[in-house]
Structure formats: structure tokens, C-alpha cells
């Protein structure tokens, strides 16, 4: 009797051309993962003999393959009704009784197993081409969760089996070059995970923007995962540092809390099986999982990769699905297929765009693909609209459908109300090169159909559309022909959103981390005023408290904020040395901070007043410099980056260097804890004149030019009268310099 059902546990990679590329998967992960420890719902798969079977038996071979030689996949009015005929045609026509007996006896074997007389099940697509290293078909076919009995079953697996013919399944694989008679589909029924009682999401095994493959990006939501592969919510984001992680620190270099504002759970009654609710605001402020699970996750994902990759023969980056049972409180991997869109970079050059002007910013949200384009607005509500769409205009919708697919490549880039980066909108953008701001809340509102937009995913994280024509460049690098240097060349980084891009480059490290930067952009809190809200307006307090949602203390706030940033830009350049520099803000600088002005002199001449190491032992000043060490300590010690370096600014006397290293050493971050070193800035010329009581004191210099111009000329330099002055070149500023290496 030939075989249509197949147990998951007896199916291997090797399997793709009976069950599909998914189904092969899951069957690989339980053979050699499980007695790791990785987690996979068990299951079984119908196989795409049953799926030919089930087509012969109805007479639709030739019928099907006929209607769709002759379609013009570019028609999208004709594409949407021969598709819709066709899915028809198989949703109608009874399974086989052949294929019918052998799932209904693995159903009803599965329940026995779970304790339960119809179990809930998802059926998912899995198709002979799906999930191959070079293709996704991510979002082609359809998945259908919480199923329960045999006749909901049989119903299903007919659709599954039907949506091999989707509008975007057909486009997909006419560009791809598959023809439609050789894909078949073999459909998965999975055990549910009852996440729509807790969490799920995506993994991917590599940065998703840069490609750079030292880390672990998870994304997760309450409920059930198709919102989140879906793009109908803005996720919780989470990165891993793989090396580290694998040493047995805790290297959860950056946590971002989405929006999360609705969940698919179970449907108590009517005629759907899951239903969208509301997520409550204050669940709203959490993260889904601990940072425990986030870990937990990660091992599975790096442990997964390499598995793959061994397998392959080649290094195999993975996209993976989690989800968390609310019952249990267990973690699952509940798929798992072969990155396609920087696997395949085998040119590792890459464009560098620059915006060469400014403008209105109508709408931001993340960036997916680092790039600026420009065209006319598109807002579609409907796949009513779609038909109107123009090539090189930019898509603008609350979510992408997959539907839409057929015109996604048209566009000359797409923004999202919802959705993360590992959602169906950013996956199938990077797959086409186009670059997409997902999440950006109120895009559809915000943005009006004709209006001209620069779209811009080149200035980190956060994509923006801006209004009108920005002027922009850009520049190709392969880094593979950049000369090597005769002396090591360590690069400034500034932002940690552009370090996984600058840490490809062949440099020998970061020879200069600015905290300001991090401060700044991602805190925009004086620290002061974090540990004493009490001394602020009220108005400042409620803003603090927004700012600092999802955080046990607006302390934690800032040191998981500021040690996220360091982390992000060591573990980009790890092992290579990452020097950072403590915060190096004036006066007037702090003071525009929120709630800055309450903590902050007025300084007549700030550039040579309360600043750099005078503020570190200072009391006024002196418990923020300890979350400044706490922070640091954290990415050696906990995060396991000991590349990590430190360095202090603006280090007037020997004395201000001895003050500093004992609250150093008193906020638990010692000269030569772990191999600590601590650099100082030589940018006074009493650091030059005593340089070498300071070498006693430190472990090395960094020669700050401007301020040692200014110093030694008598010029301050951000004054405009004297700017004529200010020359770095000058004679006695070479001699200062020449001195200080000399020593």
C-alpha cells in the first residue's frame, strides 16, 4: 500500500520531494536536535504523492496546468480569477479514500497521544520547492491553526493543498523559474502550541539588515505567531551575540519593546477557529518572554544553524519560528527553513547611501535595507486598490498581504503601519532589494497618494520617509579590494545602529565609541534626573515615565540602554578591541537633556568648565558616572565582551586621574579586572607635559586634537571670531603631539 501519511519522526532533509522543504525540516530537527534539547511539536506529514493523487482523481491535471500556461501574471484582474478557480476546484473535490483512511488513523493516533479524542492540530503548507537555500516562498501557501476533529481535518488539508495556487504562490514561481507541474504539495499536521496563551514569533540566525552573522535576532508577540510573521503587529525585538553566548556569558546585547497591540488566540464559537483581540495596555509594556527564554531560544537557533550548516557543507544561516506554550510554560521550534536573501551575497560589496540634505519627516518607523529612494505615494487599503498601483511608486498599506506580491516588485519601496523585521513585508523586500519602513504607526495616515517622498533606510535602525526630493549618493565598497594598511586602521563608530554594516570592513577595531551618541538618541534623559525624578516638573516625571516603560527602574533604564549601545558595537567588531570613551557632554550639552536643567550650572565658557573627568568624582555628578561603570561592566562581565576598552576625557591632573580609577574601582569596574585597560584622552597639555606620570596611571593615550588645539593656542573652539586662529597644523600643537609619543 503506497504510503500518504509519514510520521514527522521518520523523515529526514533528505525527504524534500516527498513532503516538502518544511516538512523535511521539522522531521530533521526531531531525528537529530531533540536529544539536544531543542523542543519541535510532533506530528506527520501528507505527502505530495496524496497531493498528485488527489488532482488525478478529480481530472484536474490538465485542466489546472492548461489555465495557467496561458495566464499573463502581470494581468492582476485575470491572475485573481484564475486562481480563485482553481483553488476551488481542489477545496471541492473529495480527498482520495486511500489518502482519507491514512490521516484520519494518524489523527486519531495523535489524539490517543495527547490525552484527547479530536486534538488541536495546525495544518501548514510545505511545498517540494519551499524552503530550499535559494527560494522562501515565506507567506506563499496558507496555515491553519487550532483544527479540531476529522471532518475540520480533511477540510483543511484540501485547502493547504489548494493554496499551492494563491495569486502570489503562482507570481512567485513564474519569476523564479519553476514551472507550476513540478511543485507539489505536501501538507504538515503539527501538534499546536498553545501560544495564544502566551507568546511566539521569529528567529533569525544572522543581523537581518547587514547580514553579519555573529548574531541572533528573535522578534515575539502575545499570541499566536502568524501576527508577527504576518507584519499585523509591531514585535518585541531581541539580539544575541552567538560567540559569547557560546562561552556561557549572557550576551543579550539589545532588547527593543514593540507595540504588540493585538493577538490571535483561540475562538470559543462561530465558524473561525482563531480570532484578533486586543492586547491590554499594560500587557502592551511587557516583553513576551524573560531574558532567560530569550537565551534559551538562541542556544536552540545557534545549535540549529550548525546542525544545517554541517549538514549543507557550507555556512547556513536559518529563519525560524518559536513559539511558547501558555499551558506548560514550555519553548518550541515549530519551523525552521535555510535564510535566502544574504546567504546568497556571495559578493560581499555592498552601498553606502548618503542623504545629502534634510527635509519634513512625515512618517519613521525600522528600517529594512539600507537604502534611499525616491517616488509618489501609494496609500492602499484594499487588494481592491491594487489594480492602480504604478511601477516606482512607493507602496503605503497597514500590512502587505502576500497577495499583494504581484505588485511588490513594482514598488520602489514600501512603508507599514505594523509589522516588524521579520515580517512578510521586510522579507519579501529584501528578497526583491527594495527598502521598506515597517511599523510605522501612522503611515496610511500621515501620507496622501501623489505626494513626492525620499525614503530613506540608510541612517540606521530607524527608517524614514521625508517630504519631497532629498538630495542623496551613494557609494559601492567591496571590502575585499580595500587596501591593507601599512599601520592598524581602527575606525570611530558613534552609532551602534550602523556597527554590524562597519564592523565587515577590515579595520583593526574601534579606536574611538562616543557614549554621547547613545545618550543622546536612545536615553534623552539627564541621568541625574533618573535617579531623582523627584526633583523634577511633574510634566518632566510623566515623561520620564514613558520613556522608561517596560523597565523594573528608570536606573535599569539607562544601564541597559547604555550597555545595550557598547554591546552593539563590540559585538560587531569582537574579538577586535573597541575602545570606549566615557561621556564627554558640557554643560549646556547635559543640560538639554530631559530634566537636565534642574542638575546643570550655567557655565559662561562650558568647552573649559564642568566637564570630562571632573564630573566623575564629582557629587554632583558622581552617581551617574557609576551607572556609566555598572553599564560597561555589564558587556564584560555579564555579556562576556571583553574587548571592551575605556577611556576618560578631558583629564585635567594627575590627581582628577587617581579620583576617577577609585569610583571606578568603587562602581565595580577596576583597572585590570578581567584584563580591563583604561585609556586616557590627551588633549591638555599637562597630559603631555607629565606623560609619563599619566603612562603610570593608564594603560594608553588617545590624542585629542581639537581640545589640545584649543588649549594650546588659547583659542576657544567654538568660537566663530576666532576661528581664523584655530589651526591643528600649527607648529607648537606638532611639537605637543611629537613630545607625547615620544614619551
Not at 585635567?652 to 583597572?671: K, Q
Not at 585590570?672 to 586616557?680: A, I, P, W
Not at 584622552?681 to 594603560?699: G, H, Q, R, T, Y
Amino acid at each position: 500500500m503506497t504510503q500518504y501519511v509519514i510520521p514527522f519522526r521518520d523523515l529526514n532533509l533528505g525527504d524534500v520531494g516527498r513532503v516538502g522543504g518544511k516538512n523535511a525540516s521539522l522531521g530533521e530537527m526531531l531525528a537529530h536536535l531533540e536529544r539536544l534539547g531543542v523542543s519541535v511539536p510532533d506530528g506527520f506529514a501528507v505527502t505530495a504523492d496524496a497531493y498528485r493523487l488527489h488532482l488525478k482523481e478529480a481530472a484536474l491535471e490538465t485542466l489546472i496546468y492548461d489555465m495557467l500556461d496561458s495566464l499573463d501574471t502581470a494581468d492582476v484582474a485575470r491572475l485573481a480569477k484564475v486562481g480563485a478557480e482553481i483553488r476551488q476546484l481542489i477545496r471541492s473535490a473529495p480527498l482520495p479514500k486511500s489518502v482519507e483512511k491514512q490521516v484520519v488513523k494518524a489523527y486519531r493516533e495523535m489524539s490517543q497521544r495527547y490525552g484527547d479524542t479530536a486534538t488541536d492540530v495546525a495544518v501548514r503548507s510545505s511545498a517540494t520547492a519551499e524552503d530550499l537555500p535559494t527560494a522562501s516562498f515565506a507567506g506563499q501557501q496558507e496555515t491553519y491553526l487550532n483544527v479540531h476533529g476529522e471532518e475540520n481535518l480533511l477540510r483543511s488539508v484540501r485547502d493547504c493543498m489548494a493554496s499551492l495556487f494563491t495569486d502570489r504562490a503562482i507570481v512567485y514561481r513564474s519569476e523564479r523559474g519553476f514551472k507550476h507541474s513540478e511543485v507539489a504539495l505536501s501538507a504538515g499536521v503539527q501538534k499546536m502550541v498553545r501560544s495564544d496563551l502566551a507568546s511566539a514569533g521569529v528567529i533569525f540566525t544572522l543581523d537581518t539588515e547587514s547580514g553579519c552573522r555573529d548574531v541572533v535576532i528573535l522578534t515575539g508577540a502575545w499570541g499566536l505567531g502568524e501576527t508577527v510573521v504576518q507584519g499585523r503587529v509591531n514585535p518585541d525585538e531581541y539580539w544575541v551575540h552567538k560567540a559569547t553566548l557560546e562561552e556561557g556569558f549572557r550576551p543579550i546585547i539589545r532588547r527593543e519593546l514593540g507595540e504588540k497591540a493585538i493577538r490571535l488566540a483561540y475562538a470559543t464559537g462561530g465558524t473561525h477557529p482563531v480570532i484578533e483581540r486586543r492586547v491590554p495596555l499594560e500587557k502592551r509594556k511587557q516583553f513576551v518572554i524573560t531574558k532567560d527564554e530569550v537565551l534559551q531560544l538562541a542556544r536552540w537557533a545557534v545549535l540549529i544553524e550548525k546542525h544545517y550548516s554541517e549538514r549543507a557543507g557550507k555556512p547556513t544561516p536559518m529563519d525560524i519560528e518559536w513559539a511558547k506554550d501558555g499551558n506548560t510554560g514550555e519553548l518550541f521550534i515549530v519551523q525552521a527553513r535555510p535564510e535566502t536573501v544574504h546567504s546568497q551575497n556571495v559578493n560581499k560589496a555592498f552601498k553606502v547611501y548618503r542623504l545629502r540634505g534634510t527635509g519634513d519627516v512625515l512618517a519613521k518607523g525600522k528600517s529594512v535595507g539600507a537604502q534611499v529612494v525616491q517616488g509618489q505615494v501609494r496609500v492602499v487599503h484594499s487588494t481592491d486598490e491594487l489594480s492602480e498601483f504604478r511601477a516606482g511608486e512607493v507602496l503605503v498599506a497597514a500590512m502587505t498581504d502576500p497577495d499583494w506580491e504581484p505588485v511588490l516588485k513594482k514598488a520602489a519601496a514600501v512603508v507599514t503601519d505594523h509589522g516588524g523585521r521579520t515580517c512578510h513585508a521586510a522579507i519579501v523586500s529584501r528578497e526583491l532589494g527594495i527598502p521598506c519602513v515597517v511599523g510605522s504607526g501612522d503611515g496610511t495616515r500621515r501620507l496622501v497618494t501623489g505626494q513626492q517622498v525620499t525614503v530613506s533606510c540608510a541612517e540606521g535602525d530607524e527608517g524614514k520617509v521625508y517630504r519631497g526630493s532629498i538630495p542623496f549618493d551613494y557609494e559601492l565598497i567591496d571590502p575585499a579590494s580595500l587596501p591593507t594598511p601599512s599601520v592598524p586602521v581602527m575606525l570611530n563608530i558613534g552609532n551602534p545602529e550602523v556597527a554590524f554594516m562597519s564592523g565587515q570592513l577590515p579595520s583593526a577595531g574601534v579606536g574611538l565609541a562616543r557614549l554621547e551618541f547613545v545618550i543622546n538618541s536612545w536615553i534623552g534623559v539627564h541621568p541625574m534626573a533618573l535617579l531623582h525624578p523627584e526633583r523634577v516638573t511633574a510634566a518632566q516625571q510623566s515623561e520620564i515615565r514613558a520613556r522608561t516603560v517596560g523597565f523594573e527602574s528608570p536606573r535599569e533604564f539607562f544601564v541597559d540602554r547604555l550597555s545595550s549601545g557598547v554591546a552593539q558595537i563590540a559585538a560587531a567588531f569582537h574579538p577586535r578591541p573597541v575602545i570606549v570613551r566615557f561621556s564627554d557632554f558640557k554643560t549646556n550639552e547635559y543640560a538639554g537633556l530631559l530634566g537636565g536643567d534642574v542638575f546643570e550650572p550655567t557655565e559662561h565658557n562650558p568647552m573649559i568648565g564642568f566637564r570630562g573627568a571632573s564630573r566623575y568624582y564629582d557629587e554632583r555628578y558622581r552617581e551617574a558616572f557609576a551607572m556609566e561603570c555598572e553599564a560597561i561592566a555589564r558587556v564584560r562581565n555579564e555579556m562576556g565582551l571583553r574587548n571592551v576598552k575605556v577611556m576618560i576625557p578631558f583629564c585635567r591632573t594627575l590627581e582628577e586621574g587617581r579620583r576617577v580609577l577609585a569610583v571606578m574601582a568603587d562602581s565595580g569596574l577596576p583597572r585590570g579586572d578581567n584584563g580591563l585597560e583604561v585609556y586616557v584622552m590627551c588633549e591638555i597639555p599637562n597630559n603631555v607635559i607629565l606623560a609619563d606620570k599619566f603612562s603610570e596611571l593608564f594603560d594608553g593615550f588617545s590624542i585629542g586634537s581639537n581640545d589640545l588645539t584649543q588649549l594650546t593656542l588659547g583659542v576657544d573652539r567654538d568660537s566663530e571670531h576666532l576661528s581664523h586662529v584655530f589651526d591643528e597644523q600649527d607648529l607648537g600643537v606638532k611639537r605637543l603631539i611629537e613630545s607625547v609619543i615620544t614619551t
